[in-house]
């Protein structure tokens, strides 16, 4: 056990040193102006050693710190796994050595006899990076174009880079297959021991049947193991006998298809009837350790198969091709790539056991102080504070009772530094804006021009008294010389008051328009044990993530970005809304916004504020909210609202904390300034009569059988046992269900592959011909079935067009009836109250000038406003245009919410129409070959993402760059997410024809991926100039409102429906001309498969493929075909399981 903890613990220095030297490369890469592919590809290289790094470590520590020992012993003492620890101890050390050193002659015994390159001694990974940074700089210097001069130092650096990158490169694969090897040895050991398939061969033939037998026995022995060489191989001519005819071949695909669905049902039915561990595990969690172990059985074995099907042997073996050796060999190495990868995602995020669960909601509807109440005391800023500004991660740590902050403390810094350095707080908080009474110029001269300076500072004031008093506060304390952000902060107090301000830096910082960048961190981590799940059977590490309100208004703040950024790190995400805002519809866009991210999928909304719902009430307002969320099963809605307390949940269980032994003292929750029971639980209890005789009255335990009474009717407890057990089984089986369905499409893909290589071997000449030839006239018809499709897209786009310019026409209308209620609104609220400049300072006192008379009244049948200042004159043509811009913004969501609707339907149908011209076509016609293709659709097709995402790919697949179609969209994601997280709108220094490429196929698609651009005029209005809609008469102004409705019409409101139609028009445009090139690219792409295959195969007629070759291929075959029957089962149990949940 010490050698394997050994190897877990060279992984921690290897991360380490792989992140200092990202870390290095990333500055450095910032102060170059031009690319170096060799720092690129050193870059992807150490970044790839470090996410499989990670991963190994992660494994590795599960293994060691399992409860069961018992495999772990079978492991560190038996022969092969000594020897397999050997190696991967061998292979670490080496690689730590090539990290720390960047040489590869240390050490005569290289593990499995890699060979890496000879040479000199080469510099230190840093001091390459720097060498590569300062001689771009000399480069520049001396303005030498690359192309033309370069010196001896450049080709020697960018030479030791690469050859580093290759070494680099060498190692990962070396650890990768030294990982391997240890971890199926432990898998294996996991199996049971040796037993027979509930299911028996029938097949009668001998020599077939034989076969057959052999195949089984294999596998049964060693699941998904089949091999043609090493201990328990099949015989070569054994496995040929599948090759005899395409009936052979189909009895052992069908066969291996049974044996694999065996596999799960009687391991299903041990874990759960026949467990010896004597742990009660649920059918769910079974499902899930199935899947992880066959999962486990794929990533170690069958994708190590399927490499050495597709990899180059020694020039004594023959190299066995999946398709041609451009396309298809690129193909198959891709594929192959992706599904190594997501089989080790899969298996770490089964390892890791983590459940997150993110809550969202608008402004004040209880978010926080729900989560306060699952903790059993107010950390998080809630009710009279000030809101969430950012994420909060809060997990539930058993036995924690001190609650703990830590975060990344690098943005808050940069955020107070930008505080500290503008002062706000400082030139605000004694600012008196100037008075703008025209008449004072009768006592005071003529007034100045306002220099830039107070212009900026009254728009700065504006801001500042939005603000809580403990935010100015909080500002105050950040401008101070010495303030000091701890990086992490323990106890209750000082983690509220670390919450609070990180939560203000933020705001501060949009608030004022600073830089805030947020990019590529972790959000705040707090940490406790929650009250509420005390004694809670809690199977992994559960997490709840506090979002910030949907009402908090930030310029560059987009929510539906935000949501998009919550679903990468959460299992589900929870609405919550508040009773007491039922009447209002600001809340009803909730479902939209989370659909952003999470598909539309809701399974539990949380109601606050119970307490202030009538019992006869309750029925129809749970109706009102489960029309929103569950519009087509309103009934079965109501029962997943969960109906809460939250002040009352928590009250409760503060309170019965204080009365475990004993009531506690009176006073303990007495409020003797305000003299009244401090908890709403004890004042719902005791009554506001006469509390403490009624307290003194009780005994302890009526005491506490009324403060369970009102826990349970708080709701709380029931919102618990739904968050952590029946909301969390529904949302593993719909994982393990999606990750069944994912893996399934991409070995069935590899299946495929092999299943046309061997038919390839199989068939004779003549059969081939014939082949041939019916798949030359198909190929005709499947590119007329394209060019037919083609001419169709200029139907679609004529007929979206139409529809989008109804829904502008609608949305005329409305725009006028909005500037009518702009003014109106005003007029009336406006004109009935005292001088709306007033302000209040902290205390409660008044800023400001003296009351001043304004009146509406009618003149030759127009509206006109009298006010007797031009302050009053500007304050109503303010407070009109900041509720026009209300209503405009809340159109435009709407309005863009119905844009991304078409999009996404017309980006389905235009893949729906080719799939069924693929279907509508005789059966009989290409079989394989439609398969492929509807296939290749289907995955192409799940989302706009995922087809802007494949559009990337084609687009960069013949670009020199240094991404993948992965990196590439996610570097653009980061960009784009920029004026979410920051104000700083700037473009990379180090941006390749890659990320262009992909960036230009975003922008093309509009708003679809970034918030629109559409921005609300605002029409500044200067006394003096001609263009004032009003005339003064007897030291008075008179406001004539049909004069400011034209001007709000033709600056305002057609300005900004012109702008918002051509964004509508890009981002549908851009999406069904995307989702064409895609889809045709798929089809064509496929072709183009099928014609190097036809091409290959015409090629190797003369000399067929050695039989050991095949044997390996098929023994490959049987290990998929088994994995895919296994597959299928799970599904079908798994659908079975969340159908009846």
């Known amino acids: 056990m010490e050698t394997l903890s050994a190897a877990a613990n060279a992984l921690g220095p290897m991360v380490t040193t792989a992140k200092e030297a990202l870390s290095l490369i990333e500055i450095r890469g910032r102060t170059m102006k031009a690319q170096n592919e060799a720092l690129n590809e050193l870059r992807i290289s150490i970044e790839s050693l470090k996410r499989d790094a990670i991963g190994y470590k992660m494994l590795l520590e599960s293994v060691i710190k399992a409860c069961d020992k018992k495999h772990l012993k079978k492991l560190c003492t038996m022969s092969e796994g000594i020897e397999a620890i050997r190696n991967l101890e061998l292979a670490l050390k080496f690689t730590v050595q090539l990290l720390n050193q960047n040489q590869t002659s240390t050490y005569k015994n290289i593990p499995y006899g890699v060979q890496l390159r000879p040479g000199s001694k080469r510099p230190l990974i840093k001091d390459l990076i720097r060498s590569c940074s300062s001689h771009y700089v000399s480069v520049e210097k001396h303005t030498w174009s690359s192309s033309k001069l370069s010196s001896p130092h450049e080709d020697q650096t960018d030479r030791h880079m690469r050859d580093t990158s290759h070494d680099i490169d060498m190692c990962r694969n070396e650890c990768a297959g030294a990982f391997k090897g240890v971890w199926y040895l432990y898998i294996m050991y996991q199996q049971a021991p040796h037993w027979r398939s509930s299911f028996y061969n029938d097949y009668r033939g001998e020599e077939l049947g034989y076969a057959l037998n052999n195949v089984l026995v294999a596998f049964n022995k060693t699941p998904f193991s089949v091999s043609a060489v090493g201990t328990d191989y099949i015989p070569t001519d054994v496995l040929m006998e599948f090759q005899r005819s395409h009936q052979c071949a189909l009895e052992h695909k069908k066969i291996m298809e049974r044996a694999g669905k065996a596999w799960v049902d009687e391991r299903l039915d041990r874990l759960i009837n026949h467990n010896r561990s004597g742990r009660l595990i649920s059918k769910v969690q079974a499902l899930g350790q199935i899947q992880t172990s066959l999962l486990e059985l794929l990533w170690t074995g069958v994708v190590e198969q399927l490499k050495k099907c597709g990899s180059q042997h020694s020039s004594e073996q023959e190299f066995v091709l999946i398709g041609s050796p451009n396309l298809e060999e690129a193909a198959f190495k891709e594929d192959l790539a992706d599904l190594e990868q997501s089989l080790l995602e899969a298996i770490l995020r089964a390892k890791k056991q983590r459940f997150a669960i993110s809550f969202c909601g608008m402004v004040k509807a209880g978010k926080s102080l729900f989560l306060n109440a699952l903790i059993g005391e107010r950390i998080l800023p809630s009710g009279e504070l000030p809101s969430t500004a ?170 539906e970005s935000m949501i998009r950024l919550v679903a990468k790190d959460s299992n589900a995400i929870v609405p919550i809304i508040s009773f007491k805002e039922l009447a209002r519809s600001d809340w009803k866009k909730l479902p939209e916004i989370m659909a952003q991210g999470f598909g539309g999928r809701i399974g539990v909304v949380v109601c606050t504020h119970l307490d202030h719902v009538n019992v006869s009430d309750l029925e129809e307002l749970l109706i009102t909210a489960s029309k929103v969320f569950w519009p087509r099963n309103i009934a079965m809605g109501t029962q997943n609202i969960i109906a809460c307390s939250s002040l009352m949940g928590l009250s409760a269980r503060a309170l019965l904390d204080m009365s475990t032994n004993a009531k506690p003292d009176f006073e303990s929750f007495w409020d003797k300034q305000r003299k009244k029971v401090e908890y709403p639980c004890a004042e719902k209890i005791l009554g506001t009569g006469r509390p403490k005789e009624t307290y ?108 989008m310019f109804k829904g502008i026409g609608a949305l005329r209308k409305r725009i006028e009836m909005h500037i009518k209620d702009a003014i109106s609104k005003t007029l009336t609220s406006w004109s009935l109250r005292a001088d709306p400049s007033i302000e209040q300072d902290d205390s409660g006192g008044i800023l400001g000038r003296e009351s001043e008379y304004a009146e509406a009244k009618e003149e030759d049948g127009v509206t006109v406003l009298v006010v007797k200042s031009v302050a009053h004159a500007e304050e109503f043509l303010r407070l009109s245009q900041r509720e026009l811009q209300t209503s405009l913004n809340h159109e435009k969501q709407e309005f863009v919410a119905a844009i ?13 129409e080719l799939k069924d011209k693929f279907t509508r076509i005789d059966p009989l016609i290409q079989a394989g070959l439609r398969e492929e293709i509807i296939e290749d659709l289907d995955s192409q097709s799940v989302d706009v993402r995922q087809v802007v995402f494949n559009h990337i790919r084609n687009e960069i697949k013949t670009t020199r760059t240094r991404h993948t179609a992965v990196t590439a969209f996610r570097a653009i994601e980061e960009i784009l997410a920029k004026p979410l997280l920051s104000q700083k709108d700037e473009t990379p220094q180090l941006i390749d024809e890659g990320e262009r490429k992909a960036l230009k196929t975003i922008d093309d698609l509009g708003f679809m991926f970034r918030a629109p651009l559409t921005a609300i005029a605002t029409i500044p209005f200067v006394f003096g100039l001609p263009v004032w809609p009003w005339m003064v008469r007897a030291r008075s102004f008179h406001l004539a409102m049909d004069v400011i409705e034209s001007r709000y019409r033709e600056e305002i409101a057609n300005p900004w429906l012109n702008a918002l139609q051509v964004e509508s028009w890009k981002a549908l445009r851009g999406t069904i001309a995307a989702s064409t090139a895609v889809a045709r690219e798929a089809v064509v792409t496929a072709i183009a498969r099928e014609d190097g295959r036809y091409e290959r195969e015409s090629a190797h007629k003369n000399s067929p493929a050695k039989a050991e070759m095949l044997a390996h291929v098929i023994s490959t075959q049987s290990n998929l075909c088994a994995a895919e029957g296994a597959l299928m089962e799970l599904q079908r149990l798994l659908k079975e399981s969340i159908q009846k949940s």
């Open 900 to 912: 991304r609707r078409m999009a996404e339907e017309a980006r389905a149908t235009r893949f729906q």
């Open 390 to 559: 950012w994420p909060c991660r809060l997990r539930h740590v058993p036995g924690q009772t001190i609650p703990q902050l830590e975060f990344d403390d690098g943005p808050f810094l940069s955020g107070i530094a930008a505080l500290q350095r503008e002062k706000f707080g400082a030139k605000l908080r004694l600012y008196q804006p100037p008075s703008e009474n025209i008449y004072d110029v009768m006592f005071e001269g003529e007034p100045e021009e306002p220099s830039p300076e107070e212009i900026r500072l009254k728009e700065l004031h504006a801001q500042w008294v939005d603000l809580h008093v403990a935010t100015k506060k909080n500002l105050l304390e950040f401008e101070k010389p010495d303030f000091h952000l701890p990086s992490r902060a323990t106890g209750h107090e000082d983690v509220k008051k670390l919450l609070s301000q990180l939560n203000d830096i933020v705001r501060l910082c949009h608030k004022f328009k600073l830089g805030f960048d947020m990019e590529d961190i972790e959000w705040p981590l707090l940490t406790v044990e929650f009250n509420s799940l005390r004694g809670h059977q809690m199977d992994g590490i559960y997490e709840f993530i506090d979002l910030p309100g949907i009402g908090e208004k930030f310029e560059t703040f987009d929510f």
């Open 696 to 803: 003194d009255r009780l005994s302890t335990k009526t005491w506490r059988e009324e403060l369970e009474h009102n826990l349970e009717e708080s709701g709380l407890p029931s919102a618990i046992n739904k968050l952590t057990s029946e909301m969390v089984d529904q949302a593993k089986q719909r994982a393990y269900f999606t990750e069944a369905v994912a893996i399934h499409k991409q070995l069935r893909k590899m299946n495929l592959g092999l299943d046309r290589e061997l038919l390839e071997a199989r068939r004779s000449k003549a059969e081939f011909n014939q082949a041939k030839k019916e798949y030359q006239a198909a190929r005709l018809e499947f590119f007329g079935i394209i060019e037919s499709w083609d001419v169709a897209e200029y139907l679609q786009v004529d007929a979206y067009e139409s529809r």
